[in-house]
């Protein structure tokens, strides 16, 4: 069984500081990694994909992946309250199949 | 561009009726999936197609669950003699598929609000 854990939270930070989400996984063949955003009512948006060892930037999100530790983490640099969503990582196993596992997210609360 | 397009937004239907969603993906995107998402849950996936392949129907949780992909493009999911347990956010993705790593970059549709009274 191919699993996605992601810690629940909530996850609660002040304004202006960095929110920092993480991610293992347990197929050790994966290739592809991604961030989603989705807002309370809303469906998962794609903020960040992420496919080979070490840091990727865009903007005030930087992806972090470790295919040695089969971790991945999202880090947000001067969080804001718009930032307040769960954020799904998502993996494209090993396999030929081309759906993504999913974790069920980390709640993030950005307080002002 | 559009995005993908989901309809009905919200379906409200009696338990052991029929329904069935529609979805339609990103123009010129050759990969569609559907998954399921509870209340307070993750995504479930459900099932997917690409090009003209068979559909990997893996996820799918019972023989009520059926979809068809018509023209490579829109697609229906079917729930048959629906269970207040099928209650959930159905939702559409899509993604270009091909040879890069970007083919397997999936973009949701707004979902489909089942709920089975």
């Known amino acids: 069984q191919k699993e996605v854990e992601q810690n629940s939270g909530p996850l609660s930070v002040p304004e202006g500081a960095i929110a920092s989400l993480n991610c293992t996984y347990s197929?050790?063949?994966?290739?592809?990694f991604f961030w989603y955003r989705q807002y309370s009512g809303k469906s998962p948006e794609l903020i960040m994909s992420?496919?080979?060892?070490g840091d990727k930037e865009d903007g005030r999100f930087t992806a972090q992946l470790n295919k040695a530790s089969q971790y991945v983490s999202l880090l947000i640099r001067d969080s804001q309250p718009s930032d307040s969503a769960t954020y799904l990582c998502?993996?494209?196993?090993?396999?030929?199949?081309?759906?993504?596992?999913f974790g069920k997210g980390t709640k993030l609360s950005v307080k002002p | 561009g559009a995005g993908v397009s989901q309809s009905p937004s919200n379906k409200v239907t009696e338990k052991g009726k029929d329904v069935e969603l529609r979805c339609d993906p990103i123009?010129?995107?050759?990969?569609l999936y559907w998954y399921r998402q509870s209340l307070g849950q993750g995504l479930e996936f459900l099932i997917y197609?690409?090009?003209?392949?068979?559909p990997d129907k893996s996820g799918l949780p019972s023989d009520r669950f059926s979809a068809e992909r018509t023209g490579g493009s829109v697609s229906t999911l079917t729930i048959q003699r629906t269970q207040q347990e099928d209650s959930a956010v159905y939702l559409c993705?899509?993604?270009?598929w091909g040879t890069g790593r970007q083919s397997y970059e999936q973009y949701f549709g707004p979902g489909t609000r089942l709920t089975v009274t």
């Open positions: 992420i496919y080979s060892n």
């Open positions: 123009s010129g995107h050759t990969a």
């Open positions: 197609f690409q090009g003209n392949s068979a």
């Open positions: 197929d050790r063949g994966s290739q592809s």
């Open positions: 998502a993996v494209k196993g090993s396999g030929s199949q081309g759906n993504l596992i």
């Open positions: 993705a899509s993604s270009p």
